[in-house]
């Protein structure tokens, strides 16, 4: 059984909003950071999000029901990241943390945020000034997961205030707590409290773990223990400091920031972090240096190839690489109903059918021949990886292939093929007998096939449209991006 995660005598990464995402992590504690919070996710959104195993990223990802991957983890952070939630509601928060707690160390609920879209829901530092909603957030948490429980707030007025504030949260058992050296109306301007953060040490027994202390006193390294000292805390937590130059937890850190830029591509690219994402951290690197002639090449990127080609190039053909041998690794051919659509596991293989043949042109000639409508292709691409699935509906009924294709194409030739093995009728591979289905000319390539078919689909195009943009309107929330319901 894996350790549970110490609090105590530690640095880590503070949960910052589009800092703290999965590139940014693992830097961190390469860098040599203990543990690792996450940005504050939402409960309403995250109780949306399905948990989805990514076999070729190799990471755990939530993933809502617009295909937004929302949170997104992996073996290397397993024992170390903390999840950090905004919540106003015990229940939704027990709901959010049992659906996490698996692959995360630790859950973390926000107590500080000052910010409107976390105040207004009555979460962040809205939650200071109800300490029963507190109490009863942090006891629903620690009696219903099997991982610790900490939280993070800010001080209060008085340090009376604050001292009983936190020794009510001590006692309802959790791990460890946060403590924001500023008031909720303090910005990182206003020097930060480390007196309020040392009364507070001194007068609980579970860990403190000390914030605020980015601007006067963590530059490099060693201002950590200084600001630990200060604080009279067990361990300290950093926030702008890391996220100016994450290289800051090495004890040989700061190191200079292209490298750290450099090092921290590599992550964006290899876990597909969203480009605006990744040019908004590398930009919060350069800070002042964001006018200089790297800085103008960043602002102007707009997708990860921009930011960096090469690296991208190279990363998404390993990607490539490893979907392939996923797919291709040994599933048998098996019916799967899945609702109304008969699913199996098949792949379009391109070099199996000769040059001018594919599936869904013998699938089109044998709906012709059998007098049913044309097949009509609903393809849809997800988030986390930018595949493409595509389910064909003909005679009424509806298949998909359950693996997930590199193009709108394949995807629509692995339907195709699912269909035609279902019925039983040839698909066109090289070494099949002639059915008779698609004419000799075509088959010898004397004409162009995708011509062909796509001049077959355009006589029938009015009742396609038609068909097309009534299935749309009944379709337009399987996807963030819909793909186009047919190829006309």
């Not at 910052?16 to 996710?41: H, I, N, S």
């Not at 609920?109 to 942090?138: Q, W």
């Not at 629903?140 to 205030?161: D, H, M, Q």
Request: aromatic share 6%; net charge neutral; proline share 4%.
């Amino acid at each position: 059984a894996a350790t549970t995660l110490s609090f105590r005598n530690i640095t880590a990464l503070a949960p910052m909003v589009r800092v703290g995402t999965l590139p940014m992590r693992l830097l961190a504690l390469d860098y040599g950071a203990d543990v690792v919070y996450c940005e504050e996710l939402i409960d309403i959104k995250m109780a949306q999000c399905q948990r989805v195993v990514n076999e070729v990223l190799e990471t755990v990802d939530f993933v809502a029901p617009d295909d937004r991957v929302m949170f997104r983890t992996c073996e290397r952070e397993k024992d170390r990241v903390v999840f950090q939630m905004g919540t106003a509601d015990p229940d939704r928060a027990l709901t959010v943390a049992r659906l996490v707690e698996k692959d995360v160390a630790a859950v973390d609920v926000n107590m500080g945020c000052p910010k409107e879209y976390s105040t207004k829901g009555g979460m962040g530092a809205a939650l200071l000034s109800d300490p029963d909603k507190i109490e009863a957030i942090l006891k629903k948490l620690v009696t219903g997961v099997s991982i610790p429980v900490t939280c993070k707030i800010r001080i209060l007025p008085s340090l009376e205030e604050t001292i009983s504030l936190v020794q009510r949260i001590e006692n309802t058992g959790v791990a460890a707590v946060a403590v924001h050296g500023r008031l909720k109306d303090e910005r990182p301007r206003h020097p930060v409290h480390c007196d309020y953060i040392r009364a507070v040490a001194r007068a609980v027994s579970i860990p403190v773990i000390a914030n605020g202390g980015s601007l006067d006193l963590v530059k490099t390294n060693a201002d950590i223990e200084v600001f630990r000292k200060a604080a009279g805390a067990s361990s300290v937590m950093l926030a702008r400091a890391a996220m100016w130059n994450v290289s800051v937890f090495s004890s040989r850190g700061p190191l200079p920031v292209e490298s750290v830029m450099e090092e921290y591509l590599k992550y964006a690219i290899r876990y597909d972090n969203h480009a605006f994402n990744t040019k908004y951290c590398l930009c919060q690197m350069l800070r002042d240096k964001v006018e200089s002639p790297l800085g103008k090449q960043l602002q102007a990127a707009q997708t990860n190839t921009e930011i960096r080609s090469e690296l991208y190039r190279q990363t998404q053909e390993r990607l490539q690489a490893r979907r392939d041998a996923l797919q291709s690794g040994g599933q048998e051919e098996q019916l799967v109903m899945d609702g109304d659509v008969t699913t199996m596991a098949v792949k379009f293989e391109r070099r199996e059918y000769p040059p001018h043949i594919t599936p869904k042109m013998f699938l089109l000639e044998w709906s012709r021949k059998e007098k049913v409508e044309q097949p009509l292709y609903q393809t849809v691409q997800r988030a986390q990886d930018r595949g493409f699935q595509s389910i064909v509906t003909v005679a009424k009924k509806q298949y998909r292939s359950s693996l997930w294709e590199k193009s709108k194409k394949f995807a629509e030739q692995a339907a195709a093929i699912v269909c035609l093995r279902v019925l039983g009728v040839p698909e066109g591979r090289i070494g099949e007998e002639d059915s008779g289905l698609v004419c000799k000319r075509k088959r010898e390539g004397k004409t162009n096939g995708a011509v062909e078919e796509e001049g077959s689909k355009k006589r029938h195009v009015i009742d396609l449209q038609r068909e097309a943009e009534s299935a749309a309107k009944g379709d337009q929330h399987r996807a963030e991006q819909p793909v186009g319901e047919q190829e006309l």
